[in-house]
C-alpha cells in the first residue's frame, strides 16, 4: 500500500512479506520401513527426507529461499496402539535409501527383526520375491473397513494424518499388505521385480527365496506391472553400518510369525 506495507485482500491466504514472514507449511506423508535390529529401522530416503519427492515442496523450494525440515517422524507396527518416535541417522548420497532409529527401551519385544541377506546369490531373473508394505498407505486401510465405518471415521479423524493413524493403530487395523512375484530384471543397483506395489509402499523389505530381505522397493513404474524397483540391500547394510549397526548373529534373528514364505 502507500504507506509500504504489504497488503493483502480479504479471504486470500497469508501472503509472504518482505521480512520473510508467512503461515508455515506443513505436509504430511506416510510410507513404509523396516527394524533391522539395535533400534535401526530401514526406509526411502525420500520418505525421512519426503521434500525431496513431493511436488509441493519442490514448488516451494524453487520460490521461496528457505529450508524444509523434519517435525516430527513416527513409526507404527502392526498390532501396537502406540507410535514409536524416530530419529534420522543418515540417508544415502546416490541410493534411496534412509537410515532412522528408535529407542529400544521404548521397543516391545515382540516387535522382530527382520533378517538381511548377506549375499547376493539369490538375485537372478525369475527368483520369486514377496514385498510387505503398505501400499497407498491410509487409503488401502480405510478400503478393508466397512463403507460406513470407513466415511464414519473419515469424518472424525480425517483433518490429522497423526489422529486417523492413531485410531487405527488402537483398533489394531495397521496390516501390511504381502504381494508375490519375480525378479524382472536385475543391475548392480537395481532390482526390477513384479509384486504388485504402489505409492505407499517405499521403503518396503523385499524378500528373497530364504525369507531374507535382498532389497528395499523404491519406486513403481506405473506403466509396466513388470517394473517395480529396489535397491539392493547390500547398500542399506552399507548404510545401516556407517551408523553403527551390525549384522546380527545367526541365533539372534528372530523371523516374524508373519514373515512371507515364498512360493517357488
Not at 112 to 129: C, F, H
Amino acid at each position: 500500500n502507500e504507506s509500504g506495507s504489504a497488503g493483502q485482500n480479504s479471504g486470500d491466504p497469508t501472503t509472504l512479506t518482505p521480512d520473510g514472514n508467512a503461515a508455515v507449511a506443513e505436509f504430511q506423508f506416510s510410507g513404509t520401513g523396516f527394524y533391522v535390529g539395535d533400534g535401526f529401522v530401514v526406509t526411502n530416503r525420500h520418505i525421512a527426507q519426503p521434500w525431496l519427492a513431493d511436488e509441493r515442496a519442490q514448488s516451494l523450494s524453487a520460490s521461496v529461499r528457505g529450508q524444509p525440515r523434519l517435525k516430527k517422524l513416527s513409526a507404527y507396527f502392526p498390532d501396537h496402539a502406540q507410535p514409536f518416535p524416530l530419529k534420522f541417522k543418515a540417508a544415502g548420497s546416490r541410493d534411496d535409501l534412509a537410515v532412522v532409529s528408535l529407542d529400544v527401551q521404548d521397543l516391545p519385544a515382540d516387535i522382530p527383526v527382520i533378517p538381511l541377506e548377506s549375499d547376493d546369490d539369490g538375485l537372478a531373473v525369475g527368483k520369486t520375491v514377496v514385498m510387505m508394505g503398505f501400499p497407498n498407505g491410509i487409503d488401502r486401510l480405510l478400503a478393508l473397513l466397512d463403507d460406513a465405518e470407513s466415511r464414519s471415521i473419515q469424518q472424525r479423524y480425517g483433518g490429522s494424518l497423526d489422529s486417523l493413524l492413531g485410531h487405527l493403530a488402537e483398533s489394531r487395523r495397521i496390516q501390511p499388505l504381502t504381494t508375490q512375484g519375480n525378479i524382472t530384471d536385475v543391475n548392480s543397483r537395481r532390482i526390477a521385480y513384479d509384486a504388485r506395489t504402489a505409492e505407499g509402499g517405499s521403503g518396503a523389505p523385499v524378500f528373497g527365496t530364504t525369507g531374507r530381505v535382498i532389497g528395499v522397493n523404491f519406486a513403481v513404474f506405473t506403466e509396466s506391472e513388470a517394473s517395480n524397483f529396489a535397491v539392493p540391500i547390500r547398500y542399506g547394510v552399507t548404510l545401516l553400518e556407517r551408523t553403527g549397526w551390525k549384522f546380527p548373529p545367526e541365533k539372534d534373528v528372530k523371523e516374524p510369525d508373519n514373515a512371507p514364505t515364498p512360493q517357488k
